[in-house]
Each structure stands twice: as structure tokens, then as C-alpha cells.
């Protein structure tokens, strides 16, 4: 009898424009000859602007949290749950103290690896005490490597009966950019490259402003040699997974990109595009050719994916068969909370325009608002709030809306489906 496996596999910190698939960077040979075959979704849009936010739309396909406590997920039904509840042996392997036990992430996988015990620790001594912990903590020793998640994935793989639910988090891209020493040509030790490359990202943490070129572009090679090496880790993982499975579903993305100054800022957070655009790749055993499909793609949509994939919902999610496309006009929510600053920012995202808003912690006080035109200005580099006030009340009530009813996006309006269209048209677009 055909076994069979649904392997979601998502990348920490994985910028959409260093795939190859994407960008033509030639960083990712596998994940771009594993794309050819597979549905790229274009416009993957993430929810959250760091991994307690987006993640809750992953795996939950619930709106990110707008609290600290939110980022709890405790009774929640997750992907795993429901697939364990189905009788899906479930597996998942991580190091990101978000995600881990004491977040409620391991709920629904009867094999769970968050760290072997050390990030659980820390994901206790986290608490709610917020990013500034966290950054401290993933700067002291980062997360398990690529390497060893992969063999603790696939020895899982090996044993596991059919149907089976693999959830692999890689955090090799994530900050402080520690690629194995084989990829750099080291001249000097080991201990003190690390040593050094470690103390320069926390220097630049703390540095408000500019960095010069040599710091930025030393941090960005770094972070390429990264995206190299996860390339790696996810060809062995899959190619492994392949050997045990006769059937397959594989759903590839990134929980948020990573900014590297686009908007003044290093690292992940906020809900600028460097940060919400990620790679979201789907490959389907006997599904024919690849294609690629334009339009907004939530991450939310995941979650119904697998299920109507695993023949536990009827419909639901991204479209896969040949002919569907994604529902036009769209407006998702997006969240980022950054405790140390006090402060939250919420986004409002259609293909057309982007919403934000930064306010304090629990939203009594507004902050700032801003407004961008993504058709003209895809690099969110000019506010047009101040002319187009009437698009910005829109977008506000709109998001007020959601946020109201707790849900990922607004209901679709029709007008807004035949407005982009006229857009984009109006641009050359079809
Ligand atoms: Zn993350």
C-alpha cells in the first residue's frame, strides 16, 4: 500500500528574493529545480512580522496575535492536531524557543524536538518577557543547526507509519548568520571567526542608523552563505523523505523575511515587504507541471490546504489544480509586536495598497500611520497618506473591521476586484 506524507517545512528568516525561483539569485539550486516542478505562489504573503506572529497563521490559520499573551497557542487547533486526530503519525522538528513547548506548539505531534531540552529552558525563562530576551538568548548560542535537524527529521521518517505529518523549522537564516565554517574559506580559527561574527551582529543590534558599507555587506554575505546552506539541509531532507513516501505533499515557505536596512532597520519585525513577502513553494505528487500563480497568497491558506489535500476539508485554501487562481482582492491583516519598544504595528495589505499602523502595546494610543501605493511604489518608500485620505479612512475602518471580528482578511469586495484589475491594466499589467 502507497505510504503517504504531507512534509511542511518552513525556513526562519528567509528573505522571498534570495530564492532563486524568485529573484534568480543563484543561492538555491534545489529549492529552484524542486520549483519547476512544484506551484510558486508569487505573491506569499506572511501575516506577522516576526515568528509568534506568523506563526499563528500557519499553523492555526488564525490572525496574528494582537497581545503578548496571544502569542500563546495552548488548545488551538493546529495542522498537526487535527492530522494526529485523523490518525496521522505527526513529527516535528525545531529550535525556535517561540515555538516550543511552552508556547503550546507541541501540541497534536506525538514526536517533538524543540531544541533537546536546552531552548526549552529557555523558552521558560522567556516567559513573556519578549523579544529583548529572546534576542539575548538566540545571541548566546543560537538554535540547533540545519545538519542535525535534518538527521532527527529523517530517522523520524524512517520509522514513521503512513499517513504521516512532518513539520521541519530551519533556523540557519536566522539571525546572527553563523554559516558552517566550510563555507567561508576561514583563514583564522574557527572559535574566533564565530567569535567575531557574532559580536559585529550584536554591535549592529544595538547601532541606531546607517551601518557602513563594509558591516553591511560582511553581514549580508553572512546571510547568503546562510541561505546556501539551508538550500542543502532542505535537499537531503526532501530527497531523504522521498525514499520512505510514495505520496507526497510538500508545502516550502518562511515564517517573514529579514530587513536589511530598506526601512532603517536590521533584522525581522514591523510589516514593510521585506518582511511580509516570502517564498511559499507547493509540490504535490502526480499534480503535473509546475506553475507559477500571481495574485496575494496568505500563509493563512496552509492550513486548509493540507487538510482538503488530506481529504479533511472540501475546499478551502491555494489553489493547486491547473486553472485556479487565487481569490482577487484581498485584504489581510498583519501584526508585529515589539515588547522592548512598548509597541505594536499592524498592517492592512491588499495587491494595491498597504495600511500601517504603529501604535502603543494594547492599541489605546496611535502613534503613526502611513499609506503606500504597491503598484507604483513596491519598495514602500513613499507615504501617500496625507493625499489620499480617503483611501487611508477606508483602510482603517477596514482593518478595524478585522481586528473586530478576529479574522485573517476582509470579506472580499467584488468593486476591488475589477479596480485592480483596471490598475494594473492601466500599468501595462494583464
Ligand atoms: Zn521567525
Known amino acids: 500500500m502507497a505510504k503517504e506524507i ?17 529573484h534568480g539569485q543563484s543561492l538555491t539550486p534545489f529549492l529552484d529545480t524542486f520549483a519547476e516542478g512544484s506551484t510558486v505562489f508569487e505573491g506569499a504573503c506572511s501575516q506577522g512580522g516576526g515568528t509568534p506572529e506568523s506563526f499563528r497563521s500557519i499553523m492555526f490559520s488564525l490572525p496574528p496575535p494582537l497581545s503578548l499573551d496571544e502569542r500563546h497557542v495552548h488548545g488551538k487547533e493546529s495542522i498537526a492536531k487535527v492530522l494526529r486526530e485523523a490518525g496521522y503519525a505527526t513529527g516535528g522538528f525545531h529550535s525556535n524557543p517561540f515555538l516550543s513547548s511552552h508556547f503550546g506548539y507541541d501540541e497534536g505531534f506525538e514526536t517533538f524536538f524543540d531544541g533537546g531540552g536546552k531552548q526549552t529552558g529557555d523558552a521558560t525563562l522567556l516567559g513573556d518577557l519578549g523579544n529583548a530576551a529572546s534576542i539575548a538568548l538566540m545571541n548566546r548560542g543560537p538554535a540547533t ?54 559580536l559585529m551582529a550584536r554591535k549592529i543590534q544595538a547601532k541606531a542608523g546607517e551601518p557602513s558599507e563594509g558591516v553591511r555587506s560582511r553581514v549580508m554575505s553572512s546571510y547568503r552563505l546562510c541561505v546556501r546552506e539551508v538550500d542543502s539541509y532542505i535537499s537531503t531532507l526532501i530527497e531523504g523523505v522521498w525514499k520512505h513516501f510514495d505520496r507526497r505533499l510538500v508545502v516550502m515557505t518562511a515564517d517573514h523575511g529579514e530587513g536589511f536596512w530598506e526601512h532603517g532597520r536590521f533584522g525581522h519585525g514591523g510589516v514593510y515587504d ?157
Open 6 to 22: 504531507v512534509l511542511l517545512l518552513t525556513v526562519d528568516s528567509l528573505r522571498r528574493d534570495h530564492v532563486g525561483c524568485y
Open 145 to 198: 543547526d540545519g545538519k542535525e535537524i535534518t538527521s532527527r527529521a529523517l530517522e523520524w521518517a524512517k520509522g514513521a507509519r503512513s499517513p504521516a505529518f512532518l513539520w521541519v523549522h530551519y533556523m540557519d537564516t536566522h539571525f546572527p548568520y553563523l554559516p558552517p565554517a566550510r563555507m567561508q574559506g576561514w583563514r583564522g580559527s574557527l572559535r574566533n571567526r564565530v567569535a567575531w561574527d557574532m
Open 274 to 430: 521585506e518582511i511580509l513577502r516570502v517564498p511559499l513553494i507547493v509540490n504535490s505528487t502526480g499534480a503535473g507541471p509546475g506553475r507559477r500563480v500571481q495574485g496575494l497568497a496568505p500563509l493563512a491558506d496552509i492550513k486548509p490546504t493540507i487538510l482538503r489535500q488530506a481529504g479533511l476539508a472540501q475546499d478551502g485554501g491555494l489553489p493547486l489544480a491547473t486553472g485556479e487562481a487565487v481569490t482577487p482582492g484581498r485584504k489581510l491583516v498583519c501584526a508585529s509586536l515589539d515588547p522592548p519598544d512598548g509597541t505594536r504595528t499592524l498592517g492592512f495589505r491588499s495587491e494595491l495598497m498597504k495600511y500601517i499602523r504603529k501604535e502603543s502595546l494594547d492599541g489605546s494610543k496611535c502613534a503613526s500611520e502611513e499609506l503606500y501605493d504597491l503598484v507604483r511604489d513596491p519598495g514602500e518608500r513613499m507615504d501617500v497618506l496625507a493625499d489620499r485620505k480617503e483611501e487611508g479612512s477606508a483602510a482603517r475602518a477596514g482593518l478595524e473591521e478585522v481586528l473586530a471580528r478576529g479574522v485573517t482578511q476582509a470579506l472580499v469586495d467584488k468593486s476591488d476586484e475589477s479596480e485592480v484589475a483596471r490598475r494594473l491594466h492601466a500599468l501595462g499589467y494583464d
